[in-house]
């Protein structure tokens, strides 16, 4: 990303970033991210998510659709992410709104999933209460057996958003807290930026 003369797009730069976070950092969980969602009471709240995948479209993430942050994005479908990598001095912002994937989008990407992740999604009631973990044990054991041998189907109430980019800020951290910010907006699918100070 050169913040002299940027592109007139974010796209490839932040396509370049993530590709370097997956390269350089050690992290088994190199392009985690934030995700906050505000709820019916305007509270927000912010939780850890994994990028699954990124293009011009948006930022692509999987959940329980029965899930707090899903019933939030019900109401109200403005998300934000934050991507931080310290060792690279790198932030990236992104605002959009949070809309479900396709039903073949989210069917592949579950049957990519390890079996164990699979059993998990179908056994968690996410974000509700739990008696003790061995009643989840139990419920992942149980669907083991059921399925053993076979696919495991994706739960109807599992599967993707991608959140658009409607706003998107990379930083690049200096010394001295000289950082480089480029703010870019959408406006209808044409780009614009503006360069803020650190």
């Known amino acids: ?3 002299n003369s940027p592109p007139t797009s974010p796209i490839a730069p932040l396509e370049g970033w993530f590709k370097e976070a997956q390269d350089a950092i050690s992290s088994p969980n190199p392009l985690s991210f934030a995700l906050t969602t505000v709820n019916v009471d305007g509270i ?6 994994l990028l699954k995948g990124f293009d011009a479209q948006g930022a692509v993430f999987f959940t329980n659709y029965t899930s707090d942050k899903a019933r939030e994005i019900e109401t109200n479908p403005n998300v934000s992410l934050l991507f931080h990598w310290d060792d690279m001095h790198r932030q990236i912002r992104i605002q959009g709104k949070a809309s479900k994937t396709s039903e073949e989008e989210s069917d592949a990407y579950f049957a990519s999933r390890a079996r164990l992740s699979q059993f998990g999604a179908w056994a968690s009631k996410q974000s509700q209460p739990l ?6 044990i139990a419920k992942v054991a149980a669907l083991s057996a059921k399925w053993v041998g076979r696919s495991v189907p994706r739960p109807d109430f599992w599967g993707g958003y991608r959140v658009s980019l409607n706003m998107v800020e990379l930083w690049q951290g200096h010394d001295g807290r000289l950082h480089d ?3 870019y907006t959408n406006d209808g699918g044409v780009w614009s930026y503006q360069r ?3």
């Open 44 to 49: 927000p709240s912010s939780r850890m998510l």
């Open 181 to 183: 910010r480029i703010r």
């Open 131 to 136: 008696k003790s973990r061995s009643v989840l």
């Open 1 to 3: 990303m050169n913040f």
């Open 196 to 198: 803020l100070q650190p």
